[in-house]
């Protein structure tokens, strides 16, 4: 049977009277379907997906009377508890989770089918695209402005359930740039040698890491997220020709939506993108992510500030073991204050939980320094810390040696 297409204010008629909605999130966020959400009674039915902070925005669904279940913390769903169930897990446990308990629909953005009738999934080829087939209803929103993308093959036309077709532009998002991320990013190049494969998650820091290794050769890109960073990259042949890009989610500006199509980018599911083998199987793994805080003993914190938690856990620990299987480099990078408030800490002053561990980081830049923290001692983790803090916050952080057992 061939789906059927509706218009976006009747979509609310399409959807079970109650339980779990795939509600699709990053750079594919339907607004036609949102704003028609927004203006029906969603009483009973709880939206799941991945939701970037900064980008996605769930408050009109909330006030429609939506709970929500997320593994990424947002305003909204941080001031509306008791509307939302928050699960703080790893990529790894998020994927086993929806496997449990499939939604029993999903709301979701696709490009129109291809020659062979498929709507590829474009810029979020995310966990829809490895559990599509266990959920019985597909609504989809066709936009001509979703480019096609190679790697996943998408869902077949025939497979929806309902469809609209209009054109939307996709959610754009660009961290920018500054002299602090300049500085971050001109360090770590610095230890990234050419050949890598490399990993790169949210925010400014990391962006600014790739974006500084435009002159390094050989390199690829393996990672769940890509920026237009990724792109500067491509153009500036620090990318080796055979399979230089695999992603699952890009999240940036127009001009990389416009080349993601190329033969260059290949878009898979987080069963591939997160998948320990696969990641084991990688030479040269580098892996750079951000945090809010790193303690004196290079664990760091990405999760929470003082007034509560703004994120999750995300994939950041997935690719940390990976690259750890195979003698891969984990980086940390990020500023060394945010403020008058050193985010150089000692691990009593850490505002959340854990995200990754001290054996699950390396090295840890900041525009003060370097600090590889392989193969040292409590007290010679912390003083290498100690050094990369903003000069101000040195001396308060001293003290703390005289705890440490060497």
């Known amino acids: ?23 699709h999130g990053c750079s594919g966020e339907s607004a036609a379907f949102r704003s028609a959400l927004a203006a029906s009674d969603l009483h009973n039915l709880t939206l799941t997906g991945i939701y970037v902070p900064g980008l996605n ?5 909330l006030a429609a009377g939506a709970s ?44 129109p089918p291809n020659a062979n009738g498929y709507c590829s999934f474009g810029t979020v080829t995310d966990f829809l695209a490895d559990l599509w087939r266990d959920i019985p209803i597909r609504i989809a929103h066709i936009n001509p402005l979703m480019p096609t993308t190679l790697g996943e093959h998408g869902i077949p036309f025939k497979e929806l359930t309902f469809y609209t077709e209009v054109p939307e532009p996709l959610m ?3 961290p920018g740039i500054d002299a602090v991320a300049e500085r971050i990013g001109a360090l770590a190049a610095e230890i990234i040698p050419d050949g890598s494969t490399i990993q790169a998650g949210l925010g400014r820091a990391p962006e600014a890491v790739l ?34 890009i695999t992603a699952g989610v890009a999240i940036g500006t127009r001009q990389l939506y416009d080349a993601v199509s190329s033969a260059a980018f290949q878009f898979c599911p987080p069963s591939h993108t997160h998948d320990i083998r696969v990641l084991a199987s ?29 994120s999750g856990p995300g994939g950041a620990s997935d690719f940390a073991a990976g690259a750890r299987a195979n003698d891969g480099l984990r980086l940390v990078v990020l500023p060394a204050t945010t403020g008058k408030v050193s985010r150089i800490i000692t691990p009593d002053l850490a505002s959340g939980p854990i995200s990754l561990g001290r054996f699950d980081t390396d090295i840890v830049v900041t ?36 705890r440490i057992i060497n």
Request: aromatic share 6%; proline share 7%; glycine share 6%.
């Open 1 to 23: 049977m061939a789906p059927a297409p509706i218009h976006p204010s009747d979509l609310h008629r399409h959807l079970p009277k109650e339980g779990l909605v795939w509600w």
């Open 57 to 61: 925005r769930l408050d009109s669904l």
């Open 68 to 111: 929500a279940q997320s593994f990424f913390m947002l305003p909204e769903l941080a001031a509306r508890q008791e509307k939302t169930k928050f699960l703080p897990l790893c990529y790894r446990d998020i994927g086993r989770t929806l496997r449990q308990q499939p939604p029993v629909a999903a709301i979701f953005s696709v490009s």
């Open 172 to 174: 754009e998002s660009d």
């Open 211 to 244: 974006r500084s290794l435009v002159s390094h050769r050989g390199l690829a890109i393996h990672s769940g997220l890509i920026g237009d960073s990724t792109l500067q990259l491509l153009n500036a042949g620090a990318l080796r020709a055979n399979a230089p």
């Open 282 to 310: 990688l030479k040269q793994f580098v892996t750079i992510n951000s945090a809010i805080e790193v303690d004196l003993s290079g664990q760091a914190y990405a999760e929470a500030v003082p007034k509560g938690m703004i």
């Open 367 to 402: 525009e003060y320094g370097v600090a590889d923290l392989r193969g040292l001692s409590h007290r010679g983790r912390a003083e290498a810390m100690i050094r990369i803090a903003a000069p101000a916050f040195q001396e308060l952080a001293t003290p703390y040696l005289t």
